[in-house]
């Protein structure tokens, strides 16, 4: 199977400027997606703008320091994958949140934090005691297919509706200049930085219209840098900044449906990495390393006053467009988070991103994900109609099974109870989880060969 020409492999280390440029370029791609979970939960918590930014701070500051164990051979599963604020988790927190408002967001975020590191340890045990990498024969590539393309064909509404959608002109010119470096362009420089490159003559260009008043404060596309001469240099508080976690079984019964989600969400990631990388199938001890890890990230990250981190795809499908899987890029990229986590002003200069430079990154990225799904399903046997029917069943019921789902959480909290039932229906409501497990379901099920199902002898 065709594979993108790799610029630079998974051992490979780039020279220094390239280096830093290249992971820079993953903290672009990620830090938009990264920055609204915090921009979701804060107002919903009654936090300040003060505390926003903190919470911002923390969030970067965990992301690196997961992504730094994920990335290490030993502690981790050693891919190029980046670690960050999962969506899987905004079900269960906000769950938490509606249980805990009233108690102020300091004390929401303890709980936060408890559940976080409970659901973490037990992640981490099932990863590292190695029980994990022996399901890896029923997660086949007819399962992660479904899954990956859930994930990126379904971000859709969140790249379009909620950032392109808000000024075209901007959007359509960032995903334009990403085709021309990818694609068209044939300097390797630009091959490398296309996505970077891109955003950043977006920025410049928003940035001069906005000096020169073509764009007006509450312009979409406006960008407003006194948030950044505002900002602190430097943030100290970085260690259970809201206080000790507290614990209690309503948040973690609610987390526990995130953590199962992010479980299937990373075993196609890691899949998906490895095939972007130009490398074989992650071995089972790759994969328990991995989940051990992450369930490790997780835990961290409840000390660390942030939310739950999981394998990014947003920077899998990076790989794929630049052909840059060096796990070194990565590295350097988690460093450059954890500096921007300490440096307020610098944040503070990144959150000026207008949403519409966000929507033109992601409606390449996010599509590109999506593709790397159905190259998933090239490595089992399209031809087969029992691959097709499984496949199109679990993709289609991912579409739309989660939009009955949502408005009926009573009947599911009804039928199995409040912590149960909001446990079920937070997986239901998620379209990566509805495809993962009826394509497991099905595929463990209905009788095929191992040639048939992608798994090799």
């Not at 065709?2 to 791609?29: C, E, F, N």
């Not at 505390?51 to 502690?75: D, N, R, W």
Request: charge should be positive; aromatic fraction near 10%; glycine fraction near 12%.
């Amino acid at each position: 199977m065709a594979k993108k020409q790799l610029v630079y492999g998974i051992d490979d280390r780039p020279p220094t400027p390239i280096l830093i440029l290249a992971g820079a370029q993953h903290v672009l791609t990620l830090f938009g997606a990264t920055t609204l979970v915090p921009l979701i939960f804060g107002p919903a918590m009654g936090m300040s703008v003060a505390q926003i930014g903190a919470f911002i701070g923390c969030v970067y500051f965990s992301m690196g320091i997961a992504t730094l164990i994920q990335t290490h051979p030993k502690l981790g599963s050693g891919l190029p994958i980046v670690q960050g604020s999962s969506f899987s988790f905004i079900p269960p927190i906000m769950t938490i949140i509606g249980a805990y408002k009233a108690m102020g967001p300091n004390v929401i975020m303890q709980y936060v934090g408890g559940s976080l590191i409970v659901g973490g340890v037990v992640l981490s045990l099932l990863g590292y005691s190695k029980l994990i990498g022996r399901i890896r024969k029923l997660i086949t590539p007819v399962v992660i297919g479904p899954t990956i393309m859930a994930i990126g064909f379904t971000l859709a509404p969140t790249a379009i509706q909620f950032n392109a959608a808000n000024y075209w002109p901007i959007s359509l010119l960032v995903v334009a200049l990403v085709f021309f470096f990818s694609l068209v362009s044939k300097n390797k420089f630009c091959n490398i930085f296309a996505v970077l490159g891109s955003i950043t003559i977006a920025y410049l260009l928003c940035l001069a219209l906005s000096l020169s008043g073509v764009f007006a404060a509450g312009h979409k596309a406006f960008i407003d840098l006194a948030g950044v001469a505002a900002a602190p240099w430097i943030r100290y508080d970085v260690f259970m900044p809201w206080g000790v976690p507290k614990f209690s079984g309503l948040a973690v019964g609610a987390i526990a449906a995130g953590f199962f989600c992010v479980m299937i969400e990373s075993i196609g990631d890691y899949h998906n990495c490895s095939f972007a990388a130009g490398i074989d199938d992650p071995t089972p001890d790759q994969i328990n390393r991995g989940i051990g890890a992450e369930g490790a990230c997780c835990a961290i990250s409840g000390l660390l006053g942030s939310v739950g981190t999981t394998s990014y795809t947003e920077n899998i499908g990076l790989i794929g467009l630049t052909g840059v899987a060096s796990r070194h890029v990565v590295r350097a990229g988690a460093v450059l988070l954890i500096l921007m986590s300490l440096v307020g002003k610098l944040g503070a200069l990144i959150a000026t991103m207008p949403s519409p430079i966000i929507g033109g990154a992601y409606i390449t990225l996010f599509g590109t994900i999506g593709a790397l799904g159905i190259q998933n399903l090239m490595r089992a046997d399209m031809g087969s109609q029992r691959n097709v029917l499984i496949v199109g069943f679990a993709f289609l019921m991912a579409l739309g099974l989660p939009g009955w789902v949502e408005p009926n959480q009573a009947m599911f909290t009804g039928a199995f109870g409040a912590t149960f039932g909001g446990m079920v229906w937070a997986v239901m409501k998620t379209p990566m989880a509805v495809a993962g497990i009826l394509a497991a379901i099905c595929d463990n099920v209905i009788p095929g060969t191992d040639e048939e199902r992608g798994i090799k002898a």
